[in-house]
């Protein structure tokens, strides 16, 4: 059997693997020989021209160094200025440098020169994410002829977005390199589709294709979380200790939960205006309902990610201006990560969840959200329609993230929803978030890049997915 070679920005650190995708990448190398490359999360005087090899708690890892200037323009400035905010359509927030694009073509160079003398001709290579996109592409031009695969983790930009991208032509030739690209969703796959589409004929008055796709498959592979592990974790110790805390703090008050990043994509000062909407318009909720936001700070280097948590500090601030009494507070906001059997208990002990990014890939939150339910007893999931997850969680309460009135209504009827409708609605979120486990998407990924699959037609591979998401 072929070995799997994992390649992402940054190897796993010692310790519990943090999320999801980590634990079911580590599975996929415990059942298949092979090992995780990537920076090692270290700068260097010089770039590492070969990788280090070594054992973490089990798992085989190779490692490169960076550079500073390296690193900086790779990272946070092509990958995170520019990819990430076009990506997510924000052209506003990005932050365009020539010479960043060189910065990121020389570290994804160097991760190709590094990876070479490690690999296998019969290995299979798993890129994953938006900072690797030239990966394939370096490799086949070092003589690699394996097979390549790679998942985008965040949505794929309309064709607007990606023509504002600097060298969005050369990234696009990039993808054609691999022989399986992955995206989290089918709008993703539709708006790739259709920029092929559109450029195809001819760019600048050239007769020739500028992209060749005939031997790259596209398709959609939503990714999950184990629902069924966050059941358990729902009422580990751990998971209890955070209920009966919350419990004594919260008296008889119905807890609304939002557990994200501190990242403009995630919609946090719209999800916070929507609360205030529904204190100010429902008189009733005050002293009734607690608004519990969680908020690891996330690139705070970035000035865009400092206006946003700027902002968000504001709009908490008036929040509680405006409606706290000695004896009540109607919000509660903290910029710290908890672990995840804290998490799990919060997310139990929660009436409403709150997951209204702006625009998001997946959203695994909804995911743990949906697993920790306690059965007898589930909180109601409110979803934005432009997270990946809207298109496998139809019964959440999809809102427009932008439109705040609307969301205030939504976590509104989230409150007063009766209990055989949270049931029945909770019922169908489980089934789907079992459906789409991230083992079970790790396994469909590999399988379907595994040498020799051609893959169904695209009719075909459309009539799969839609019955799986059914």
């Known amino acids: 059997m072929s070995r799997i070679v994992i390649v992402s920005n940054r190897t796993p650190a010692k310790g519990p693997a943090a999320g999801g995708l980590a634990v079911a990448l580590r599975k996929v190398l415990d059942e298949r020989e092979g090992f995780w490359f990537g920076w090692s999360g270290k700068l260097a005087e010089e770039p590492s021209r070969e990788a280090r090899l070594e ?6 890892v190779a490692q490169i160094d960076l550079t500073r200037a390296d690193h900086h323009a790779y990272y946070a400035g092509f990958s995170n200025s520019i990819l990430w905010p076009s990506f997510h359509l924000r052209l506003d927030l990005a932050t365009i440098e020539g010479h960043w694009y060189e910065g990121y073509r020389r570290v994804n160079q160097q991760f190709a020169r590094a990876l070479l003398p490690l690999l296998k001709p019969d290995d299979i290579i798993w890129v994953h994410d938006y900072h690797l996109i030239p990966l394939a592409a370096e490799l086949r031009a070092l003589g690699a002829r394996n097979r390549i695969g790679f998942y985008l983790h965040i949505p794929f930009p309309t064709a607007d977005a990606l023509y504002a991208i600097p060298h969005h032509e050369d990234l696009m030739r990039d993808l054609s390199r691999y022989d399986l690209v992955g995206m989290q969703a089918r709008r993703d796959v539709a708006a790739f589709n259709e920029f092929v589409d559109q450029t195809a004929p001819n760019v600048f008055g050239s007769s020739n294709k500028p992209f060749d796709f005939s031997r790259t498959e596209i398709d959609a592979f939503p990714i999950g979380s184990e629902p069924d592990a966050f059941a358990r974790l729902a009422v580990s110790p751990a998971a209890i200790k955070m209920v009966n805390r919350m419990k004594r703090a919260l008296g008889d008050q119905a807890l609304v939960l939002g557990v994200d990043r501190l990242d403009y994509s995630k919609g946090l000062p719209q999800r916070v205006e929507a609360y205030e909407k529904l204190l100010t318009n429902d008189a009733r909720f005050r002293r009734n309902v607690h608004l519990l936001q969680v908020a690891p700070p ?21 929040v509680m201006g405006q409606f706290a009494e000695p004896d009540w507070q109607p919000l509660t906001y903290v910029k710290r990560a908890y672990g995840q059997p804290s998490l799990a208990g919060l997310y139990r002990l929660a009436r409403v969840g709150l997951v209204t990014p702006l625009r998001d890939g997946m959203n695994l939150v909804a995911h743990e959200f949906i697993g920790s339910q306690n059965p007898e007893d589930p909180g ?35 409150l007063d929803m009766p209990l055989d409708e949270r049931i029945q609605r909770w019922q169908a979120l489980m089934k789907a978030a079992q459906r789409h486990n991230v083992i079970d998407w790790a396994v469909s990924f590999l399988d379907r890049l595994a040498p020799g699959t051609n893959g169904a037609s695209s009719s075909t591979r459309d009539i799969l997915y839609l019955a799986s998401v059914a």
Do not use: H, W
């Not at 054992?55 to 085989?60: F, R, S, V």
């Open 55 to 60: 054992d973490i708690e089990g798992l085989k």
């Open 298 to 318: 996330s690139r705070d280097s970035i000035k865009e990610y400092q206006e946003t948590s700027d902002a968000l500090d504001a709009i908490c601030g008036r």
């Open 380 to 414: 109601v999931l409110v979803l934005s329609r432009f997270a990946g997850a809207a298109e496998i969680f139809s019964e959440a309460l999809l809102v427009n993230p932008f439109d705040t009135d609307e969301t205030a209504e939504a976590i509104r009827m989230a």
